[in-house]
């Protein structure tokens, strides 16, 4: 069965950075697409970032480009989100997500096959 544990998450101040990493067991990582997502309290899920099998196409939302890159180590099982200058606005649980559609880098939840439990990040002002 193909599990997903995130972890990095935490509180941090307005401007700061974190990383997030999300490591998968189970599966054949190198096949799956990776995605991140979060969701924020009374809002619904959205999409965060994404990356290919091969780590060569990227996707991200508008408004994490240029502050967010998602990265990914198929030798060691594991995708990253490496958030910078972090604004109170990026608060929210953030979900790591694997598809077997191992090209997808889109934003369609439905897409991916398996989620893990989430990490929360708390951005303070």
């Known amino acids: 069965q193909v599990q997903l544990v995130e972890s990095g998450g935490g509180l941090v101040q307005a401007g700061g950075s974190l990383r997030l990493s999300c490591e998968v067991s189970?599966?054949?990582?190198?096949?799956?697409?990776m995605g991140w997502f979060r969701q924020a309290p009374g809002k619904e899920r959205e999409f965060v970032a994404a990356?290919?099998?091969?780590?060569?196409?990227?996707d991200y939302t508008n408004s994490v480009k240029g502050r967010f890159t998602i990265s990914r180590d198929n030798a060691k099982n594991t995708v990253y989100l490496q958030m910078n200058s972090l604004k109170p606005e990026d608060t929210a649980v953030y979900y790591c997500?694997?598809?077997?559609?191992?090209?997808?880098?889109?934003?369609?939840?439905?897409?991916?096959?398996?989620w893990g439990q989430g990490t929360q990040v708390t951005v303070s002002s």
């Open positions: 997500a694997a598809s077997r559609a191992i090209y997808y880098t889109g934003s369609y939840y439905l897409k991916y096959d398996y």
């Open positions: 189970g599966g054949t990582f190198s096949r799956y697409a």
């Open positions: 990356i290919s099998w091969s780590g060569r196409d990227t």
